[in-house]
T-cell receptor, first 109, second 116 residues
Framework: QKEVEQNSGPLSVPEGAIASLNCTYS??????FFWYRQYSGKSPELIMF????GDKEDGRFTAQLNKASQYVSLLIRDSQPSDSATYLC?????????FGKGTKLTVNP | GAGVSQSPSNKVTEKGKDVELRCDPI?????LYWYRQSLGQGLEFLIY????????KSGLPSDRFSAERTGGSVSTLTIQRTQQEDSAVYLC??????????????FGAGTRLSVL
């Protein structure tokens, strides 16, 4: 069974710090990797996607993928209180995505 | 439409009643997914549709759950004889296609189902 594991947290960082969120997956054949942000009571919204090994940067967000280690991470630089949310990692092959249970991030002013 | 639209946003029903949840995907998206999210839990895959292909029903938790997609667009998730454990947020997502590199899923706001 394909699994995606995330530390449930909560992860607490001070405002302005770097938040590091991690995710491991079991299916070595996975080809697409996504990070979604979910505010309390809201639906998931896409932050980033990555398909190739290495880093992908978008503003304050950087996704990192290491297929050999079956590991994907999300770095949030200059964390803001508005970044406080649950972050869902999703991993997919050709069709369905498998979601992790999410890591709750709290950014303290 | 501009985004994935779900209705109703909230549904309260009595145990044993049937409910229908509706999802209208982003225009042009051929793949449509249903998920369930219980309080404090992750996303549980239920079913997905890709174009005119037979749906993947592998995530449906029981035969009380069914879904259809008419005309390749709007989808309805039906739960028959609802039970209290069916209480959750039901999320619909759509993507352009269900293939690698084009399977970015966009979510609707969800339907919060409460079974009394």
């Amino acid at each position: 069974q394909k699994e995606v594991e995330q530390n449930s947290g909560p992860l607490s960082v001070p405002e302005g710090a770097i938040a590091s969120l991690n995710c491991t997956y079991s299916d070595r054949g996975s080809q697409s990797f996504f990070w979604y942000r979910q505010y309390s009571g809201k639906s998931p919204e896409l932050i980033m996607f990555i398909y190739s090994n290495g880093d992908k940067e978008d503003g304050r967000f950087t996704a990192q993928l290491n297929k050999a280690s079956q590991y994907v991470s999300l770095l949030i630089r200059d964390s803001q209180p508005s970044d406080s949310a649950t972050y869902l990692c999703a991993v997919g092959g050709s069709e369905k995505l498998v979601f992790g249970k999410g890591t709750k991030l709290t950014v303290n002013p | 439409g501009a985004g994935v639209s779900q209705s109703p946003s909230n549904k309260v029903t009595e145990k044993g009643k049937d409910v229908e949840l509706r999802c209208d995907p982003i225009s042009g998206h051929t793949a449509l997914y249903w998920y369930r999210q219980s309080l404090g839990q992750g996303l549980e895959f239920l079913i997905y549709f890709q174009g005119n292909s037979a749906p993947d029903k592998s995530g449906l938790p029981s035969d009380r759950f069914s879904a259809e997609r008419t005309g390749g667009s709007v989808s309805t998730l039906t739960i028959q004889r609802t039970q209290q454990e069916d209480s959750a947020v039901y999320l619909c997502a759509s993507s352009f296609v269900a293939t690698v590199f084009q399977n970015i899923q966009y979510f609707g706001a969800g339907t919060r189902l409460s079974v009394l």
